[in-house]
């Protein structure tokens, strides 16, 4: 508010002065000029001529809360962590303000209070230097863990890397160093320049590997495919063959399987071609064979007449004319030919059922007509019919004699021997 002459005239009439207020912090006079009570005495702060004494008072009063409000304010940053350069700025700014502040209230309350901020700022400054010290520790921890897993990805055998995971990995890690660089504290120079050296390092040579890699995958791709290619023209050149080209065809697919790998989507190109190759080969294969089978059918019919013919053998008993009918059989059987591949072991495992038979009666009819044999037999026979008879004499006294266990062992003994008489009769 500008300083004005205390008594104002308007049209050509004199306004008294106004009567004087006093308040415990200030005072306006008669004539509306404020005074603050400030140390020692009290100075003049305004005028404020064209108000009541209450209003002027009330106007400087404001002007004190309003700098009251801003030491508050400062008190509450400071005790919140705000930058203790910030603080000591706002300190030294209202230490200014309040020297010779135009404003009522108790001043000297207000500059004890900034002045003691000065005391908060260098405890500020203090835990700030703590805490960055902490940030930086931090962020240095960060850019060594980050340096680490970079070198661990170089160090590991070229050989049994999967490069799409590491590749990604890295490029992963590279953003965490951009973001550690952005948001996290500054390192010293030189350290930070030996760290970047040491990630860029194990990028690099990551990088080196990789290219080595692809380089020889290429190449040994490369030859895989010409190779291949080899392959599928000549099972081309056989599906396009009249004779049996099965057995070459499945010599190319063991090349194939050795040939190794052309890239994904070479290799399913080149193998669509090759299996088609093989489909044709088999279908041809195929069809001869349908029209082979269809011109033994006939063989088939004759074979299936012949067995139903020689499976009465299977109950035959005499060895002799089973063996000659047989023999008759398996003549028209060799002279009918071949049968479709499809049948040829149900009908050949018939006729072997049946030739076994008559082999089996062959063997039983030499076993009894053999005169070794037959001599050994009888004898055998008399004497396990003499021990026979003397057995059941033995079975008449015990049953005589009413002795149980002489009973039970003749009859044990009995039964035996009929048993074996009965095997070689």
Do not use: C
Request: glycine fraction near 4%.
């Amino acid at each position: 508010m500008t300083t004005s002459d205390p008594e104002t005239t308007t049209d050509d009439a004199t306004t008294q002065p106004a009567e004087a207020t006093d308040a415990p912090w200030g005072r306006v006079d008669e004539h509306g000029v404020v005074f603050v009570r400030d140390r020692d005495g009290e100075r003049q702060v305004g005028e404020y001529p064209d108000a009541t004494p209450e209003e002027a008072l009330a106007y400087y009063q404001r002007k004190f809360t309003d700098l009251a409000a801003q030491v508050t304010l400062l008190e509450q940053r400071a005790h919140r962590g705000a930058p203790p350069a910030d603080v000591a700025k706002a300190v030294k700014r209202l230490s200014e303000a309040l020297e010779d502040a135009n404003a009522v209230g108790d001043l000297e309350a207000l500059r004890r209070r900034v002045a003691a901020l000065g005391g908060t700022v260098e405890d500020l400054s203090a835990k700030r230097s703590e805490e960055h010290k902490a940030e930086v520790e931090a962020a240095r921890a960060d850019r060594v863990a980050i340096v680490e897993e970079a070198e661990a990805l170089a160090a590991r055998d070229p050989a049994t890397v999967q490069w799409k995971a590491t590749t990604q990995a890295m490029d992963a890690l590279f953003a965490r160093w951009q973001e550690a660089q952005r948001s996290s504290a500054r390192l010293p120079k030189s350290e930070s320049n030996d760290l970047w050296k040491r990630f860029r390092d194990a990028r690099s040579t990551i990088d080196t590997q990789r290219r080595a890699y692809f380089a020889e995958l290429d190449q040994t791709q490369g030859a895989a495919r010409e190779a291949k290619e080899r392959l599928v023209q000549r099972a081309e050149a056989l599906a396009g063959s009249s004779g049996d080209a099965i057995g070459e065809y499945r010599s190319l697919l063991d090349q194939w399987k050795a040939a190794g790998r052309a890239g994904r989507k070479v290799d399913d190109a080149l193998w669509a071609r090759f299996r088609a190759a093989g489909d044709a080969i088999y279908q041809t294969k195929a069809a001869v064979q349908a029209e082979q089978d269809a011109e033994l059918g006939e063989n088939l019919t004759v074979k299936l007449a012949l067995l139903e013919e020689a499976e009465p053998l299977l109950k035959a008993t005499d060895a002799t004319a089973a063996r000659k009918t047989l023999t008759g059989i398996q003549r028209r059987w060799d002279a009918a030919g071949r049968v479709p591949r499809d049948q040829l072991r149900p009908v050949e495992d018939r006729l072997r059922r049946i030739e076994q038979h008559v082999a089996q009666l062959e063997q039983e009819h030499w076993r009894r007509t053999n005169p070794e044999t037959k001599a050994r037999s009888e004898g055998l026979a008399a004497q396990l019919s003499s021990a026979i008879e003397k057995l059941e004499r033995e079975l008449e006294e015990a049953q005589a004699a009413g002795d149980a266990r002489r009973i039970k062992d003749a009859e044990d003994a009995l039964n035996a021997r009929r048993i074996w008489l009965d095997a070689i009769g």
